[in-house]
């Protein structure tokens, strides 16, 4: 018999918001993570509409909105002056929580809090060495000497991943970058703190964003530094004199950086991975794919993977579900990740980009082009991935089907309880599927074959959809739609046991 059900590799937002999914469908789960203890650095530091859905479906999103910034635009100067403004909006979806500017580690606090609430501890100085597998598990070596057989294992240990490494898997990747310097300092500079300022010169962007701090003068500092020491670490003391020369050279503004609360350096690579699993492990957020920290995608994607692989290997471990559905996950995941890491590298080359012809095209062309409101509510659309969609994956629906089809998302509907009470479609969800049916007398029962994990919610409005029930994954993918209680039968038989639609 296995220690555990699931071995999670990684205390950070993706195997943290793994381990509540999985608990949520009653899979006993232990968290283990090389650090000492959790981090208090933030590292990422916006979350988009996306990322707070998971967390809110999770349970864990408590009180980060009402805690976090609100920094929704973005100003680009050329030398002193304002040359585009580039506002985040509602999409004009129904969403079930905002984009936020939030510390990656509050994050990760209000996980590891609900994560508790469940009935789990991640346990600290807990690296992994060894994972060797067979038909029936795992067992796993660890740094502390100790043991722990498991009948999965996931990394989500970062870019390093040990996971990774154990199972085979290889990660191509290019480099992107020269030196990017990372800082959140205690900044005096005259400058409006109700959004985000970038200076892309000659010399090298950077970047200002206003960080929530009870003081008022906490800044994020990004700053390209192409020109420094070649193969040269830098000090926490070169890094923070750097960032002090860098800020008011480049904003051409007086600045005074009075302290700091976090100094790191980087260069952006793309990375991703052959494949998302080998045999009975797994790969989760960055030890599957590593972004560019522009437009707050590593996070975002870590999340989406976290919730799309806890249902599905709930299921399988509960016995409703044949192991064909986990090839599921990177069938939905992977080319999601491919379309992102595109889109992040181009932006980090437009960003660096030091020759004239790229600094024409950027300075020029781009920025004139991101003021119109159509762009920018494109913007909006595509960084928060509320556009995600299965719907070209094996459970998706043939595209004559009228919308929402079998793989999209499905907005933060509100709907009528058994009891008459009014609630939202994404508080039910995280541990449940949701029947989500007409008013009046349910047309098609609530399936069997998911378990007591199902919901049965009533429409409160009219829909063109009315005479339609739809079937939602714990996920807030639409999985089936129709009327007839054979049709569900036959997609739930198809998708449990092959994995593909019918």
């Avoid at 973005?74 to 002193?80: A, F, K, N, W």
Wanted: charged content about 25%.
């Amino acid at each position: 018999m296995p220690d555990t059900e699931v071995l999670v590799v990684g205390a950070g937002p993706t195997g943290l918001a793994l381990a509540c999914g999985l608990r949520l469908h009653g899979v006993d789960v232990r968290v283990v993570d090389r650090a000492d203890g959790p981090a208090t650095t933030s590292r990422a530091n916006f979350l988009h509409a996306r990322g707070s859905e998971v967390l809110d479906r999770l349970g864990a999103l408590g009180d980060l909105p009402a805690e976090a910034g609100r920094a929704m635009q973005v100003t680009t100067y050329l030398g002193d002056r304002p040359m585009m403004r580039l506002r985040f909006g509602d999409p004009g979806l129904r969403t079930a929580g905002p984009p936020m500017v939030v510390s990656q580690a509050r994050v990760e606090e209000s996980l590891r809090r609900r994560l508790t609430d469940l009935g789990v501890s991640p346990g600290w100085g807990r690296g992994l060495q060894t994972a060797t597998q067979d038909d029936d598990g795992v067992t796993a070596g660890f740094t502390d000497g100790s043991t722990l057989r498991a009948a999965w294992v996931v990394g989500c240990d970062g870019t390093g991943s040990a996971v990774r490494k154990a199972a085979g898997i290889t990660a191509p990747g290019v480099r992107l970058s020269e030196r990017f310097l990372l800082a959140d300092v205690h900044l005096e500079i005259d400058l409006d703190r109700s959004g985000t300022s970038g200076w892309a010169g000659p010399a090298g962007l950077v970047g200002l964003m206003p960080m929530p701090h009870p003081d008022g003068d906490l800044w994020r500092v990004l700053a390209y530094d192409p020109d420094g020491r070649a193969h040269h670490a830098l000090t926490q003391d070169e890094i923070l004199t750097r960032i002090t020369d860098l800020v008011p050279a480049r904003t051409g503004r007086p600045a005074t950086v009075r302290s700091a609360e976090w100094l790191s350096e980087f260069t952006v690579h793309r990375r991703l991975a052959d494949s998302y699993r080998a045999g009975r492990m797994f790969l989760a957020g960055d030890a599957a794919h590593a972004h560019a920290p522009f437009g707050g995608q590593g996070m975002l994607t870590g999340l989406g993977d976290a919730e799309n692989l806890a249902w599905k290997l709930a299921l399988v471990i509960r016995g409703a579900a044949a192991p064909h559905l986990l090839d599921t996950y990177e069938a939905e995941r992977r080319p999601l990740a491919s379309d992102v890491l595109r889109g992040t590298s181009a932006l980090t080359r437009i960003d660096v980009t030091r020759s004239a012809a790229g600094r024409f095209l950027r300075d020029q062309l781009l920025v004139r082009a991101f003021r119109a409101p159509w762009i920018q509510r494109w913007a909006t659309w595509t960084t928060s991935q509320l556009w995600v969609s299965y719907r070209r994956g094996p459970l998706g629906a043939a595209p004559w089907v009228r919308r929402p089809r079998p793989g999209d998302r499905v907005g933060d509907l509100t709907l009528r309880a058994p009891d008459g009470a009014t609630t939202r479609l994404h508080a039910e969800l995280g541990g449940s599927w949701v029947v989500v049916a007409p008013a009046g007398p349910i047309p098609v029962a609530p399936p069997t074959a998911l378990g007591a994990h199902v919901k049965v919610l009533h429409r409160t409005e009219p829909t063109d959809a009315a005479g339609d029930t739809w079937l939602v994954r714990p996920d807030g993918h639409l999985a089936w739609r129709g009327t007839g209680a054979d049709d569900l039968d036959r997609w739930l038989r198809s998708a449990l046991t092959s994995g593909h639609r019918p």
